[in-house]
Structure formats: C-alpha cells, structure tokens
C-alpha cells in the first residue's frame, strides 16, 4: 500500500511537471477527472504537491474534490493529523469501493506539507490538518460561490462516519457510498477468547458457586449493607468531598455537622450504625425472640432489645436536632 501511494505521488508529480513546463496543452475538466480517478486506483486518496494540487482544483470543474492538507513529519509534532490520517484514508477508500464507475464525480486527496509549501503559505495556513472541499464549477451541480468549504477540527479527531456525514450533505443529489471498515480479526479473536474463558470458568466453578450465589441470608446482607450505605449519606460524601471531623471551635472536635447542606464523614459512619442496630433490633423482636421457649429468658431479651430500639432512637431524635434546630421533638435520655 505505501509502494503504490507513493507511484501515486509520482504520477501525479510527474504529470503536474509537464503541465507547468508547457510541454502538455492545458488539460480540460473532463480529460483531468479521468487523470485523477486513473490514479486514485493506486491510492484511494492520491498523494499530491504543489503543482498536481492546482491541476486537481483548477477551474473549470465538473467534478468534486476533497483534499486534506496535513503534516505527518514527526518533526512538525502535529498528533492530530496522525491520528486522523487513518480516517481519512478509510473515506477514500470506502467511496472508492463504491462507487467504481465514477458516478458521483469525487475525487480525495492529500496534500502533505513538506509536499506543498507554497500552497500551504498561499492559503494562510497556520496549523493543519485542514479539510477542503472543492464543489464543481461548472455542469448540473455547479455552485454560485467557487470558494472551497472548510472542515472544522475544534472537536478533535473526528471519525470517517462523521466526515463522510459533511461530505453527503454538499453532494445532493449524487451517489454516496457507505463507509465499510475493515474486520478487526484481532478484537474477534480477543472476544471470542474470553467468551470462551468466560464460560469454561463458569462451567468448571458453577457447582460451587452456585450455593453461595443462591444463599438467601448473603443477598439479605448485602441488600442491608447497600441500604445502609445509601441512606446514611455516603454518596453525599464522595460527590462532596467533605471533611471526616470539624473542629468545634473550642479546641475540640465535631462528629456532626449542623444543616441539611452539610455533612461529615465520621456522621455517616455513627448514622449507618444507629440504622443497622435498629434494623438488627426490629429483626430480633419480629424474628428471633417468639423462638425462644424459655419465657423468662424471652421476656429479658424482649425487654433488652426494646430497650436498645428506645435509647437508638432518643440518640437520632438528638441528631436531628443538631441537624435542624427547629426539631420538636425528642426522647429521654436524650432531651
């Protein structure tokens, strides 16, 4: 592919030569666009300099052209255009395939700067890459303006879809091929791969994990752990980036922060707590205690976890009162 890219550049180097030497008549629309198409035969988006550059643009034009000017040399340092350069190639080479006969009258090109100087200092151009693009001048889908349209690059490197996009909407009326990328055998084998591994693993450990998969009191705790989480604000905390501890401004700490807007690391920690006992202790008196036989022991149990479920709830009463200091109520000790 680069043997015949460069025969491309070479034709069209040596063609545009003999041109501006006038040892060729001035070739006309028709006679350059079958010149041109000969070569994009070799390369799908031919290789031009100063001179083949100007013959593929003149006017007048029947036909369509899309050059790139870009600057792959390393010692530009221009990482945009390598990292377009492939893109690029691929739209030629899509619309090449597709449209062999010629129908839609388009014609790529890519004009490297250490290839075109001169047409890069008599554009103004700055930076690179820069994709133009020449309507016809002349026949049914000539335009009133002969000024090329411009690509814009803000973006970033776009891919062949996109470009291909902007070139259909300025070619009305005239085939356009899609955009074929090649198979990537390597993602292929890389997926089929891990499929493979994926479902060996499953079917050699399924026996075993399968039991611990399907263990009720695992998915319990884990949807508890969850809930926990969630409801003691520990997401507040990670989008907010807020402070383990507060300095109380006595010389000691805070462990909870006043206002519905404000929150401490370590108040999440004491809230998920109080939550997971009084969640433990509402479990125990619905789940546990009616198995106990022995009535006196059920009774000191009864009496034991009610008595936590209340001293829990005196404590978050407190809280939501240091949260908002209008909260009415409370529960002793607590006050």
Known sequence: MRFLATLASACALVSGALAAAGKAPPKSSEQRFA???????????IPLNDVSYKSLTAAPRDYSVAVLLTALDARFGCQLCREFQP??????????KGDKKGEARMIFGTLDFSEGRDIFLSLGLQTAPVLLFFPPTIGPHAVASPEPLRYDFTGGPPAAEQVHGWLVRHLPGRPHPDIRRPINYIRWAVGITLLLGVGTLVATAGPYLLP?????????????IAILLFTSGHMFNHIRHVPYVAGDGRGGITYFAGGFQSQLGLETQIVAAMYGLLSFSTIALGSRIPRITEPKKQLVAAISWISVMFFLNSFLLSVFRIKNSGYPFSLPPFM
């Open 87 to 96: 893109e690029w190639d691929l739209v030629g080479r899509s619309w090449a």
């Open 212 to 224: 611990i998969i399907q263990n009720r009191n695992l998915w319990a705790a884990g949807t508890m």
């Open 35 to 45: 010149e041109f198409r000969r070569l994009a035969r070799l390369s799908s988006t």
